[in-house]
T-cell receptor, first 113, second 114 residues
Framework: AQSVTQLGSHVSVSEGALVLLRCNYSSSVPPYLFWYVQYPNQGLQLLLKYTSAATLVKGINGFEAEFKKSETSFHLTKPSAHMSDAAEYFCAAVNTGGFKTIFGAGTRLFVKA | NAGVTQTPKFQVLKTGQSMTLQCAQDMNHEYMSWYRQDPGMGLRLIHYSVGAGITDQGEVPNGYNVSRSTTEDFPLRLLSAAPSQTSVYFC?????????????FGPGTRLTVL
C-alpha cells in the first residue's frame, strides 16, 4: 500500500538558514506529490505539487521541492528561513488515477531568531 | 467565494451521542473529502465523494457515515460517539476527479468526546 514518510517530527533552524524537510514515498509507480502547510488553528494550504511535469517544482513563499524517482523522495527546501515559516508541513501522495490522498505524519518547523 | 466552510468550530459530546459535522463549498468542486487529524499521525482519510450521489470509504471509515445529495454539501455523521473519535476534523474539496488536483481545506472542527 502507498505510504508517505516524513523524517523528523520537529525541525529547528535559525532565521536565514536553509530549510530542508524530508519526504519519501513508497509506490511502484510515481504518484502525484504535494506539500501542504498548516499554520496554528488553521486548515492546510498547498505549497506546491508534482504532477509528472518538471522534477523541480517551485511553490509559494520561496519554497521548492525536487522529485527524485531513484530515491523515491520529494524533499522540501527554502534557501533562507523566515520567522513566518514556522508552521507544520505535510507531504502527501495520491496514485495517478486514484482518489485517496495519503499524508505523512507532518514536520513541525521552528525558526529561531 | 467563501471557499470551504465547516460548522461547528468546536463541539463536546458525551459517549454514545450522535452528531453531524457540516461541510459546504461554493466553488462547484466535484471532489470532497473528510479527514481526521491526530497528533503524530498526520491526516487520515475518512470518506470521500467524487460527485453528488457517489461516496466511498477512506482509511478510517468505521463509526462515520456520509452522504452527498448536492454538489455543495458533504456532511459527516458520527453515529455513536466514542472517546477515540476525539480529533480535529477537516473537510476538503478539489475541482475535478483528477488525482493531481489541489485540495482546498476548511478551517476544521475540533471535537472532544467525553
Amino acid at each position: 500500500a502507498q505510504s508517505v514518510t516524513q523524517l523528523g517530527s520537529h525541525v529547528s533552524v535559525s532565521e536565514g538558514a536553509l530549510v530542508l524537510l524530508r519526504c519519501n514515498y513508497s509506490s511502484s509507480v510515481p504518484p502525484y506529490l504535494f506539500w501542504y502547510v498548516q499554520y496554528p488553528n488553521q486548515g492546510l494550504q498547498l505549497l506546491l505539487k508534482y504532477t509528472s511535469a518538471a522534477t523541480l517544482v517551485k511553490g509559494i513563499n520561496g519554497f521548492e521541492a525536487e522529485f527524485k524517482k531513484s530515491e523515491t523522495s520529494f524533499h522540501l527546501t527554502k534557501p533562507s528561513a523566515h520567522m513566518s515559516d514556522a508552521a507544520e508541513y505535510f507531504c502527501a501522495a495520491v496514485n495517478t488515477g486514484g482518489f485517496k490522498t495519503i499524508f505523512g505524519a507532518g514536520t513541525r518547523l521552528f525558526v529561531k531568531a | 467565494n467563501a471557499g470551504v466552510t465547516q460548522t461547528p468550530k468546536f463541539q463536546v459530546l458525551k459517549t454514545g451521542q450522535s452528531m453531524t459535522l457540516q461541510c459546504a463549498q461554493d466553488m462547484n468542486h466535484e471532489y470532497m473529502s473528510w479527514y481526521r487529524q491526530d497528533p503524530g499521525m498526520g491526516l487520515r482519510l475518512i470518506h470521500y465523494s467524487v460527485g453528488a450521489g457517489i461516496t466511498d470509504q477512506g482509511e478510517v471509515p468505521n463509526g462515520y457515515n456520509v452522504s452527498r445529495s448536492t454538489t455543495e454539501d458533504f456532511p459527516l455523521r458520527l453515529l455513536s460517539a466514542a472517546p477515540s473519535q476525539t480529533s480535529v476534523y477537516f473537510c476538503a474539496s478539489s475541482p475535478d476527479r483528477g488525482s493531481g488536483d489541489t485540495q482546498y481545506f476548511g478551517p476544521g472542527t475540533r471535537l472532544t468526546v467525553l
